[in-house]
């Protein structure tokens, strides 16, 4: 993979840049589960043959392999969104007491304004919560150099390092110099067990060393590069990091900054020197007052954003209005609507569940978008797993109430398969319905378990998702084409009014994964009666014209024929 030639500066986005710099920073190790915006990191990690690098089923476990990596003497790379630091909070707050071995950060991306999650939460407060070292970069090119300097304190100070990007730093691109892989020497295997066995006797012990190790972290915080008092001109300061550093240097490029590429621990003394410096204090900051807080703690005089900016992406043209404390104006969320793409297998499902007038306890994928006019047959989503085990808890407090849970494949390996084995253990029964697509579609058509396929692009294992349903408990496994409706509407209707426990897999590839079409259909306006039943099943291909008929769109339609299907008057023909 060493090629010198290759040393030049390339143009990458702020997520390959950090892969580039873990890489050169000598990881051999990482994990992490796919999610907006953090996805193409890993994506571009896995090129390197010197890096062993996973998809794992869910950050939990991503976690965990990442973690052993590091405890093993491997430097090693956690990968996720924001939100999956939070199925990898259990061992993720265990690990900042057993501390580490060989270098090991945690790297979440955030969403701030929320263009692709199920919420903008700031990770920054898990590294306070947790008591490790935050890193934040503000740029791609901040995002490859201080990624290498996350694995040394990792390694000075035996911690996990959080490492905190956001949608615009993971996606923005910029001119990044390439440097050699430095392959780092593995400390001599050894795990002692009073550090590593979190039981009572070891873990109280290990809590007080947390505290002192913090501590020490605080001094390096005060005196490290990665913070520092950028002098400018005028009697106005602004303490910031992340991206909000860049913004300010847009709108006022010579004015001075203290900024924090690692503002957990705070360092206290240089906010303490700084307000000496400068008249008045502003903190500019996306999402929560973090930094604002410790201000406040250190009664520095300053002044921060009104708490309206605390929702949504801090975007440069606020930084003037912040100062001048204007409320934010809330605009409109603009846009496309987002629908399912022509020929997507999911379609079929969600207009055959609003035709039977069920209550859809859903989850998170593109299947998501079900909940959208004209289909709006998906009637929860809060976080992964959830569509079968909010599906369990719906049933339990409404036996009466037509219900089916639904989630993907990708969805389903994660953490449906727990709560499947808890609906079965716990007597439920019920009808959940696996959106087989052979692919995590959602965030750019990642292979999972269920797809046979690695990270690297090998062969492996194939979890069979019929035989895992029946063996955690599901008293019928029913595998169907989901463009077969009247089949699939056939199976939903019995297996609703029986007493079983019936997991429904509709199999059929997204179009991303097979792209062959399946012919084309043909419009008979005469046969037409402008029912408009084709436009309720949403379809990107097909739109009204100024009379009341319909067009298709021969370059969109993929012959999927669920039109054809809907249609009564035989208006619509596979050709
Ligand atoms: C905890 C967590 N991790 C990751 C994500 C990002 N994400 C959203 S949906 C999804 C999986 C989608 O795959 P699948 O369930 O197979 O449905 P598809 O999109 O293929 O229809 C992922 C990984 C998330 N929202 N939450």
């Known amino acids: 993979m060493q090629n010198k030639k290759k040393f030049k500066d390339i143009i990458l986005s702020g997520n390959e840049a950090l892969a580039r710099g873990a890489y050169e920073a000598g990881v051999n190790v990482a994990a992490g589960y796919p999610g907006t915006p953090s996805s193409e990191i890993l994506e571009y990690i896995k090129r390197f043959d010197e890096v062993d690098a996973q998809w794992s089923v869910n950050e939990k476990v991503a976690f965990e392999v990442a973690y052993g990596a ?144 913090i501590l020490r972290i605080k001094t390096f915080s005060e005196k490290t590069k990665l913070n520092f008092i950028e002098n400018g001109k005028g009697i106005t300061g602004f303490i910031t990091s992340g991206v909000s550093y860049l913004y300010i240097k847009e709108n006022y490029p010579d004015a001075p900054i203290l900024k924090l590429g690692m503002s957990y621990p705070f360092p206290e003394k240089l906010a303490l ?20 807080e410790q201000m406040k703690m250190l009664a520095i005089k300053h002044k921060a954003k009104d708490p309206s900016y605390r929702v949504g992406e801090l975007k440069s043209e606020f930084i003037p209005k912040i100062i001048q404390g204007q409320k934010k104006k809330e605009k409109k969320r603009t846009g496309k609507k987002p629908l399912f793409c022509a020929g997507c297998p999911h ?52 036996k009466e109430q037509p219900l089916v849970g639904v989630l993907g494949d990708s969805t389903f390996v994660h953490s449906g398969i727990t709560g499947l084995i808890n609906a079965a253990y ?71 009014s029986n007493k079983k426990l019936t997991v429904i897999i509709t199999r059929s590839p997204c179009k991303f994964i097979d792209k062959t079409t399946k012919g ?45 299907e809907v249609c009564s008057f035989k208006a619509l023909t596979k050709k």
């Open 520 to 564: 084309h259909v043909d419009y008979n306006i005469d046969k037409c009666k402008k029912c408009q039943v084709c436009l309720q099943i949403d379809c990107p291909a097909i739109s009204k014209t100024a009379e009341g008929f319909i067009d298709i769109d021969s370059e969109l339609c993929s012959g999927c024929g669920l039109c054809v």
């Open 426 to 496: 716990n007597k439920q029964t019920g009808v959940i319905i696996i959106l087989d697509n052979s692919t995590t579609a959602m965030t750019g058509c990642q292979p999972n378990p269920s797809t046979g396929i690695t990270l690297k692009g090998e062969k492996t294992k194939k979890l069979s998702l019929e035989k895992i349903a029946e063996v955690s408990g599901a008293d019928e496994v029913i595998v169907v084409d989901p463009f077969k409706i009247k089949e699939l509407k056939k199976h939903i209707t019995e297996s609703l």
């Open 273 to 292: 020197k700084f307000a000496k410096q400068v008249k008045n204090i502003i903190v500019v900051e996306e999402l929560e007052p973090f930094i604002e």
């Open 347 to 398: 379609r079929p499902v969600f207009y055959v569940l609003k035709q039977l007038k069920v209550t859809v306890a859903g989850d998170i994928g593109c299947y998501a978008l079900a909940a959208m006019p004209p289909l709006s047959s998906l009637h929860t989503c809060l976080c992964m797993g959830a569509g079968i085990s909010a599906f369990e808890g719906i049933r339990r407090g409404r």
């Open 70 to 213: 590091s405890i093993g003497g491997a430097r090693s790379l956690y990968v996720s969104k924001h939100v999956g630091i939070n199925v990898a909070m259990d061992p993720l707050m265990v690990s900042a007491y057993t501390g580490i071995s060989a270098g090991f950060v945690i790297v979440t991306c955030d969403d701030p304004g929320v263009h692709s999650s199920q919420n903008e939460q700031d990770n920054r407060r898990i590294a306070s919560f947790a008591k490790m070292p935050l890193i934040e970069p503000s740029s791609p090119f901040e995002a490859k150099e201080l990624i290498k300097k996350a694995f040394d304190i990792s390694e000075k100070y035996q911690t996990p390092v959080l490492f905190r990007m956001t949608t615009r730093i993971c996606h923005s691109k910029e001119n990044i110099i390439l440097s050699k892989r430095i392959e780092k020497q593995k400390p001599p295997f050894d795990i002692p067990m009073k550090q590593y066995v979190m039981v009572p006797a070891n873990s109280y012990p290990r809590h007080l060393y947390l505290e002192k190790r």
